[in-house]
């Protein structure tokens, strides 16, 4: 199957600060979705962006579909972004299945 | 947007009970519905792929008699995990797929999990 490499696997900001959180592909995608899984466990939907740039209040993403990788900016960190974000693929013979990254855990101090 | 409910969100109980767990998405039909589950500080495993009308597709690994599933209707899928022990203590999530032509083109939206614990 399609491998997915998320980077960094930790990442601990201080309130107020900006991250980049990366993902990598290793092979051509249909789609790609952005999740937040809070402390309760809850999938949030942050982005389903195939190709090009997208961007919402604070979150941005961006996924460069020819060179096989994705990028999600987070500007101004607050406490309650803290969570893991997961990167997930579809390829296009699969019926929609996504395939997981391992997740970057960001933890934001006050 | 699209919603999708699934129930019970935390479930504790005694080794050998059969527990089902039940997805729906409510303000849309799903063809397709896909089980996950998560082990701690893990990502998502893919389960299976369950089907309106059709027998689940089960991931490489994955016991079909341990982990029934049945999508009986365009809106409701259920997991039951059969005779559970303390090793299928896990989080347990659905998902579901928005209805379009390109299948795979389409966002997935996510219940909110089922937290599962085997005394």
């Known amino acids: 199957g399609i491998q997915v490499e998320q980077s960094p696997p930790d990442l601990i900001l201080q309130e107020g600060a900006n991250s980049t959180l990366r993902c990598n592909f290793s092979d051509s995608v249909n789609n790609l979705q952005w999740f937040h899984q809070n402390p309760w466990g809850q999938l949030i939907n942050l982005f389903y962006i195939p190709s090009g740039t997208k961007q919402n209040g604070r979150l941005s993403a961006t996924t460069v579909a020819t060179e096989r990788y994705s990028l999600l900016y987070i500007s101004s960190s607050q406490t309650t972004d803290s969570g893991v974000y997961f990167c997930?693929?579809?390829?296009?013979?699969?019926?929609?299945?996504?395939?997981f990254g391992r997740g970057t855990q960001l933890t934001v101090w006050p | 947007g699209a919603v999708v409910s699934q129930h019970p969100s935390r479930v504790i109980c005694k080794s050998g009970t059969s527990v089902k767990i039940e997805c729906r998405s409510l303000d849309f039909q799903a063809t397709t519905m896909f089980w996950y589950r998560q082990f701690p500080k893990q990502s998502l495993m893919l389960m299976a792929t369950?089907?309106?009308?059709?027998?689940?597709?089960?991931e490489q690994g994955v016991e079909k008699d341990k982990f029934l599933i049945n999508h009986a209707s365009l809106t409701l899928s259920t997991l039951t995990v059969t005779s559970a022990h303390p090793e299928d203590s896990s989080f347990y999530i659905c998902?579901?797929?928005?209805?379009?032509?390109?299948?795979?083109?389409?966002?997935?939206?996510f219940g909110d999990g089922t937290r599962l614990s085997i005394l």
């Open positions: 998902s579901a797929r928005s209805p379009g032509q390109e299948y795979s083109n389409q966002p997935q939206h």
């Open positions: 997930a693929v579809v390829r296009g013979s699969t019926l929609g299945r996504l395939y």
């Open positions: 369950s089907n309106e009308g059709s027998k689940a597709t089960y």
